[in-house]
């Protein structure tokens, strides 16, 4: 495992007390801390290279360009992106994927045509997938979940037997820790002509992701919850498809030439950034993967994979605690119940020891029913977590327990 | 920063009677002829009310709700019902306002006796991001009167 | 005028040399430097208040979500808006103006409707009402400007004839400095019954902006031309017209219920704001807005304007210099020619001086063919340039003219 | 942090001959008859060129440009125009590459005497910004010669 207390030295939040107590964060699948690598991207950027980018005759501006560009190619060979033009930075994996349907999804679905999402995925990549079908008169259809959490490889093929035009799935689930077969399911999906869409907002901050490899179509992530700062993240796709699709939105940058009433557009990625890119994120975004790289994707998925063990052995022991999920390999997500207190309730007493867990739907409502919970508690690691932290985490809830009397059945 | 014990502000939260109502609500079920119906949902946590007001000549004859969600939240739904009950509509918008002061740390509605039990809930207003849990059955309570005033 | 070389003190930036001369900004009207009051504020909410913001039940998720909707309450109060809920963050004015082609636009305009916009429109409030109107089969109108570079009321009434559903204009022209007169265009607009969206990139940084007194229905604005982070911005607009609008992205935090199939959505302006959204820019621009509030924006648009006076009058001593643009009130932006010295060119040699000015189409390629150039050199001034600034810009331009053996005519 | 004097490096840049060039450009106009023809243009800085070619038994007969842009791209079009004349498609081609290691900084070809005067556009490397200036025309001629090969 990591050494995570030399880990957590790097991170100025983690040296914070809550309510008198150590932090214990354990809620990095909803955003994670910075390590103070990031901060100093950031703040020397705006101390010595902060200008406008792609338009500026002067060294500032060059530089600046320059600053944004490499981030750009740090950000491709990270996720072995197929070229550099191939990365798009966008405000994170939601603005990624609604650029997909905007602008692909628009242009080439048809009345009658096929969208296939799954019963795990998270409103991103399911909301913007509803609102083309509406739009276009297509149907969408959500492959079911099996009994552990994990994609029903049978009805994945029943749904595939319609030809869908686009599969939209996640890598890694944020509510169950699911690990998907995605280079399988890919493969699928490539097999009946559909195009996929790779939700890769839990995968990439966790394990070693490479897209080629993986073969999808297109591929977002978010820069906050890798280390990165908010407001950064990015769609990577295959130039091919970039290159024929319509533009996403409209403004400086994206243009060749304009005209009163028309306009020709720029190369890719430059078509899909219209307007001022926040500059300052993907710097910070690429020093977020220098981090990552210097400790290593395989470790990190290591570490977080013997915490997330740790955790369901420990909570299991707990009477009354549910945990859901599959058993064997998952990323470092641990949703749970227990009993009859609410998450909520669980999420306040675990707050009040300083223990940091998101309790709620987790943006994943279909998901929700099909486990037939209103909401769960959710434990998720990352690099800076420690078993002793899971020791707390277990403590703090037989503490909620008895709080709330709970006896079990 | 916060260095007080965490323990007597969650005992305070988390009081014998909320945990009864929370797992023996009262009131719960449907009306089978409400004048006064409404839904409500926090999105961000997915707690939910269903609410029912049988009222006539303005007085609350009867209550009835179905709710899923937090301990607060279904407490303070099931301690409402049971105040509301032939209580004016104007009574009623004025204890809302009552519960909402209480929330905001108003020492004076904590110790108000019309509010009845659900002084209990004063306890809620130590920590903020659960007041709208408090909150949601009251707010339900006043969409339900807006939409036939 | 500001005492400016205090001001600039603040500016870490600004303490750099360039090319061995002390750095002399003249591009604001592209993106503008930070004062350390904004890095710190960045740093403190990493440091201290990071978290994903409206679903956490722990004590930092609280702490950023009100720092969150704080910040959201300082643009509200800052622009004098309706409330509140009118404010949506966005990256930026490109962003802001693509929400409301892309949600208002798309779901009011039909086929033969008009949409009316200006000839000294940045291109990113031109190309998205481009794509909405080849969309819905509807006309763009673009209304002339004037001689000395103002929007032609005749011309604008002529347009305003055919009861166009959206009017589009920018508060302050980016290219020549022109201050429209925004409430009149507005009542005019209002009276046969249309929409009016102000693109405020450059009036928000340099003017008191009151967004009930102008009576817009949306307007649009960039955090980091006013001294805020990059991917910093926000859609201001009338609460009910938000309210009656579809949604723009799909995702997390924008929904209310999530079916399988359809989803019901959040109030405004959640609804909005799909994802989780840039925190840090929020905060970041909240802590400019009190920077500019701390010496006031009257006392800024005078510096300003002064400066622009200076430069003018300076600019317009040195023979084969053409300044475009109104000779009265006009904001800090002076775009000019000298002789057939390319603007580029000019910029590189003011480089080598330490001095950086934009040189190009400035995203307004209508305006260009409009003034007969391909592209102008352009001084765009903020609270921290000097009267010393615009002599050396002044010497410098000769020094080009000289190295290009520019014989006026 | 460069600290060297800006001066002999900007008049190294602005040579006599570029903008000789610059403002008296050789072989500007249309060809009536071209076997290719292609317009490119710099999205960020508006500069653009239409370039004709006339090529016969993969021999560059004639040549002819119009453009508008700074004088670097536009001397580097002119310059252009002249060397390419009689040269087979091939020798075009290399003297593009060449032209391109010159702006990467490559000594030797800045010395390269079948560049002619486009050595002159040596100093532009030392301006990163400007070398996209410099090889507008060559691209333009690599899609012009690409779009019939
Ligand atoms: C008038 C005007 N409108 C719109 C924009 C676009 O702003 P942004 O690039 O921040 O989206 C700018 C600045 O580039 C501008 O000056
Ligand atoms: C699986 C998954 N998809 C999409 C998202 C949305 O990412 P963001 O909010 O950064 O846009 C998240 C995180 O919230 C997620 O966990």
Redesign the pocket.
């Known amino acids: 495992m990591l050494d995570a207390a030399r880990l957590r030295a790097d991170f100025p939040l983690l040296q914070r007390q809550e309510h008198g107590r150590r932090l214990v964060y354990l809620d990095n ?3 994670t801390q910075k390590p103070q690598a990031v901060l100093d991207a950031i703040l020397d950027y705006y101390r010595t290279t902060n200008a406008n980018v792609h338009r500026g005759a002067y060294g500032l501006a060059i530089r600046a360009t320059e600053a944004y560009e490499a981030a750009r190619e740090r950000v491709a060979r990270f996720l072995n992106a197929w070229a550099p033009e191939g990365v798009v930075f966008t ?7 609604n650029l997909v349907a905007g602008a692909y999804g628009r242009a080439n679905l048809r009345q009658g045509d096929m969208v296939v999402v799954t019963a795990m ?5 399911l909301v913007p997938w509803q609102i083309l079908c509406q739009e276009k008169g297509a149907v969408l259809r959500m492959v079911e979940i099996t009994e552990d959490g994990r994609i029903d490889l049978s009805d994945y093929g029943q749904a595939l037997e319609r030809r869908p035009k686009i599969v939209a799935f ?6 169950l820790g699911t690990v998907n077969p995605a280079g399988q399911l890919i493969r699928l999906a490539h097999a009946v002509g559909a195009v996929v869409v790779v ?4 995968s990439t901050p966790h394990l070693r992701v490479d897209v080629q490899a993986l073969d999808c179509d297109f591929y ?1 992530c ?4 890798m280390l990165g700062p908010m407001g950064s ?1 990015a769609l990577v796709a295959k130039p091919a498809l970039l290159e024929a699709m319509p533009p996403y939105h409209g403004g400086g940058e994206m243009i060749s030439k304009v005209w009163d009433d028309h306009s020709t557009y720029n190369k890719i990625p430059h078509k899909f950034e219209a307007g001022t890119p926040n500059v300052e994120g993907a710097v910070g975004l690429a020093a977020a993967i220098d981090y990552l790289e210097r400790i290593g994707l395989e470790q990190i998925a290591e570490h977080e994979q013997a915490l997330a063990k740790a955790a369901i052995e420990r909570l299991s022991q707990i009477d009354g605690v549910v945990v859901y999920g599959p058993r064997g390999h998952r990323a470092g997500v641990v949703s749970f119940t227990y009993g009859d207190v609410h998450p909520h309730d669980i999420a306040t007493i675990l707050d009040q020891d300083g223990i940091c867990i998101r309790a709620g739907h ?3 409502q279909p998901l929700m029913r099909r486990l037939n919970v209103a909401a769960t508690a959710r434990a998720s690691f990352y690099l800076y977590n420690s078993l002793e932290e899971v020791e707390a985490l277990a403590t703090s809830l037989v503490k909620a327990g008895a709080l709330f009397g709970y006896v079990p059945a | 920063m916060d260095t007080s014990p965490p323990e007597p502000r969650l005992s305070a939260l988390y009081q014998e009677l909320i945990l009864d109502h929370y797992r023996r609500p009262r009131n719960k079920g449907m009306l089978e002829h409400p004048t006064h119906a409404v839904s409500l949902n926090n999105p961000l946590c997915g707690d939910e009310i269903d609410l029912q007001l049988l009222v006539q000549d303005a007085v609350i004859r009867d209550v009835r709700f179905v709710g899923r969600g937090c301990s607060i939240s279904q407490a303070s739904a099931s301690m409402m019902t049971q105040l509301l009950k032939e209580k004016s509509v104007p009574q009623a918008l004025v204890l809302a306002g009552r519960i909402s002061a209480m929330m905001q740390g108003d020492a004076a509605a904590a110790t108000d006796k019309s509010l009845g039990e659900l002084r209990a809930l004063a306890g809620v207003s130590k920590f903020p991001v659960r007041i709208k849990c408090a909150l949601l059955p009251w707010n339900a309570l006043s969409d339900a009167l807006k939409s036939s005033a």
């Open positions: 699948a909803a955003t405000r994170g994996t939601t603005e990624a994927i995925d998270h409103h991103s990549n996640p890598y890694v689930s944020n509510s939700d890769g907002a839990q977002a978010s820069g906050h919850k993240g987790h943006c994943t």
